[in-house]
């Protein structure tokens, strides 16, 4: 009974979990530990890139420093694993904001398109190659590629895919000014992504609708929409998507002059990326919180910040970004009527802009040019830059981005006398103006009207539930309804007594197990390192020395003996000994063995510096068979230079151990029946040990042999990784 209701409890924990939480069951030590152990180059190479994958959801800077890694290693495997490396070389340029050499390298798959018969890698080079040609405005060829990959998505009846390719068709629709066109891809993405439950997907397709909205001018539609995208990419644990969408829910709080809740997204997104190491995001929003100290007219603040941001951007090959912080930065002086400086940063950042073939910024950037004339009194230069502005948006982008341009015209040929067209150009601003303000209304009733259609049907809902409770409660009598639930309480609070005392006891007999294992354990440690061959051996020498009347050496020699015995017997009861104590055994342990062979062999015992001064603890005497078996049985003292090496390093969250020595090997050991089994003892012995502490402590460790010398198959590399633990803490 116990055993049904444990299992049920934990089918509910399960449940609980997975609707409370990311499925985040691999974490970057599982990754990273599949990826070191896999032997097999071809298994190796995908592990790597899984592990990458996880990089660039968690920790950008990591992802980008394994990428050249995953290219080299490409190079011996497959047409499709080259083809998955340069898919992740330029997914780590789009992280950083590179954008020139991320679409270069989009070319670079070209050719993968006649190499590969997988219609999923097709697809997806379709996609790629669909982008760059949206991004350079070459629409009938982002046109001829986005078709066939959405011919190939439904072939093979992929909702994923379908839903990507109707996103990035969504995309293109909305750089080609088609409102209506980008707004049905849109939402054909969406439910597709639905369908394939990818979350990720999920987010990137309501984002897409967002910035749809947002492009024409709907700013609460964008805004609801990307709050929809942000608990999603937070739902599916990709913090890059997450940051992004708050910086963008933050631009758009800003449009309509909501600083203060702005500038939170601001320190989200900020937030966010510090903790994925993404210092182009950090840099992104600096720019941001910048923008909001400008409003503010902190201007001061506001240079600091964006300059900040430029520094860290300069670090990057991000045109957009570096163009926005000296767009900003012109705009700090230009309200401080400091001209010469603001048009010093407006042509900076039209050298960016135009570099990353950003229009709609060039657009901006000419428009705040014409505004610095006009205010210079330069009103010839001034019209000339506010047309080139309108001439921009006016093909390249949402034609009611022109206003400004239309009111600030304008208002300098009011100021050179000229009525008649100030007159005119005041009349194309009043129309925009009263077309933008229309969609804007249309845009806050079609969000009322869907409200209160929710609410009506919630209303519904409730009075219909409300009313089947109604029914059924006047059927039923309650002081028996009563009476049956408080039995059906008592009987599980009775179960789950019994199922708790029953859990407890088990904990219990659990924990006695593991103490009487711990203690045989060290049992079998302690009769282990006081081998009675090695005693019998020890005692022998001394009696030889004395026979010899070599006091000197004798004398010497029952020293260190019986300093070793000490230390032994001091320390093998104890669960940690701390570093320094177990070098002082080995060096004792090797010098009584190095006396009693006449110095035949040579040993050296090294560590690294920082395991010292963090007062790193070990288990005492873990390395002592090995040792034991490189000089007994691997006859150590029988070889010509003959050398024994330890070695304790840190590898990240372990303890290294590294014993090699060049002894005859384990090959050359196996006919000894005896001494096969004595190893045979001492790496169960070992294992043990290293299970019980990785049970104990949650961090896996493991020991590995090998020959030292592969061709010879002489001598033996001993690896131990143990929990690192410190005398203050837990290492």
Not at 113 to 132: A, D, M
Not at 273 to 302: F, H, P, Q, S, T
Not at 664 to 672: A, D, E, L, T, Y
């Amino acid at each position: 009974m116990f055993r049904y209701f444990l299992s049920f409890s934990l089918l509910l924990l399960c449940f609980v979990y997975s609707n409370n939480a990311v499925a985040d069951n691999w974490d970057e030590a599982t990754y990273r530990n599949a990826y070191l152990r896999e032997k097999d180059n071809t298994k190796k190479f995908w592990r790597q890139v899984a592990l990458g994958k996880y990089y660039q959801m968690n920790n950008v800077q990591k992802a980008d420093s394994i990428r050249y890694a995953i290219i080299e290693a490409s190079r011996i495997e497959s047409d499709s694993a080259k083809l998955q490396a340069l898919i992740y070389d330029l997914r780590i340029e789009a992280l950083q904001g590179n954008k020139s050499a991320y679409y270069a390298k989009i070319l670079q798959l070209q050719p993968y398109l006649s190499r590969t018969n997988s219609k999923l890698n097709q697809v997806n080079i379709f996609h790629l190659l669909g982008e760059y040609h949206t991004a350079y405005r070459e629409f009938e060829q982002a046109t001829v590629y986005l078709d066939e990959a959405l011919r190939f998505s439904k072939q093979v009846r992929n909702y994923a895919l379908i839903g990507e390719t109707n996103r990035l068709l969504a995309k293109l629709s909305m750089e080609q000014n088609k409102r209506d066109a980008s707004l049905d891809y849109a939402e054909t993405s969406i439910q597709y992504a639905r369908r394939s439950s990818d979350k990720p997907l999920m987010a990137k397709c309501m984002n897409m609708q967002a910035l749809i909205y947002s492009f024409f001018g709907q700013v609460e539609l964008s805004v609801s929409k990307n709050f929809i995208a942000l608990q999603l990419a937070k739902d599916a644990g990709d913090l890059p998507q997450v940051a992004q969408y708050q910086r963008e829910i933050g631009e758009s709080q800003y449009q309509i002059f909501n600083y203060d809740n702005a500038n939170v997204f601001f320190i989200q997104s900020r937030e966010t990326a510090w903790r994925i190491r993404d210092k182009r995001l950090v840099g992104l929003a600096n720019i941001d919180m910048g923008l909001v100290k400008l409003a503010k007219k902190e201007y001061d603040e506001a240079i600091k910040e964006l300059k900040s941001a430029v520094l860290i951007l300069h670090s990057f090959n991000d045109q957009d970004g570096l163009g926005l912080a000296h767009k900003f930065l012109g705009n700090s002086y230009n309200e401080q009527r400091k001209y010469d400086e603001a048009l010093r940063y407006y042509n900076m950042a039209l050298v960016y802009f135009e570099s990353a073939a950003n229009r709609s910024e060039i657009a901006s950037v000419y428009h705040l040019v014409g505004t610095v004339f006009a205010e210079q009194g330069k009103y010839k230069n001034a019209l000339n830059y506010l047309n080139r502005s309108i001439e921009i948006r006016t093909n390249y982008g949402y034609n009611g981005g022109v206003y400004p341009s239309y009111k600030e015209i304008a208002d300098v040929y009011k100021k050179t006398g000229d009525m008649k067209l100030a007159y005119r150009y005041l009349n194309m601003y009043s129309d925009f103006t009263d077309s933008a303000r229309i969609v804007e209304v249309s845009a806050k009733i079609a969000e009322l009207s869907e409200l209160y259609r929710s609410e009506q049907r919630e209303r519904l809902i409730a009075t219909q539930a409300d009313s089947i409770e109604l029914q059924r409660k006047q059927k039923e009598n309650t002081e028996l309804k009563n009476i049956f639930q408080t039995y059906i309480i008592i009987g599980f609070l009775v179960v789950l007594a019994l199922a708790s005392f029953i859990l407890y006891y088990r904990l219990k007999q659990r924990n006695i197990r593991q103490l009487q294992q711990e203690a045989e354990m060290n049992q079998t440690l302690l009769r282990s390192q006081m081998n009675p061959h090695f005693v019998f051996n020890a005692m022998s020498v001394i009696q030889s020395y004395i026979y010899e009347n070599d006091t000197k050496n004798s004398t010497k020699f029952l020293i260190n003996f019986s300093k070793l015995m000490r230390l032994i017997l001091e320390n093998s009861s104890k669960e940690f000994i701390s570093l320094a104590t177990e070098i002082d055994i080995l060096n004792k342990y090797l010098e009584t063995q190095k006396l009693r062979f006449g110095d035949r062999f040579t040993y050296e015992v090294s560590v690294n510096d920082q395991l010292l001064d963090e007062e790193a603890i070990i288990p005492p005497m873990i390395t002592q068979p090995f040792i034991e078996n490189a000089i007994e049985h691997g006859q150590l003292h029988t070889i010509e230079g003959g050398f024994i090496h330890v070695r304790f390093t840190k590898d990240e969250e372990m303890l290294h151990v590294m014993i090699e020595d060049n002894g005859i090997g384990r090959k050359g050991s196996k006919n000894n029946k005896k001494s096969a089994e004595h190893k045979s003892m001492a790496m169960k012995i070992t294992q043990d040990r290293i299970n019980n502490l990785s049970y104990k402590y949650k961090i896996l460790g493991r020991m590995e042999m090998e020959d030292y010398d592969k061709e010879e198959e002489t001598g033996t590399l001993v690896n131990i990784y143990l929990p690192y633990r410190t005398e203050g803490g837990n290492g």
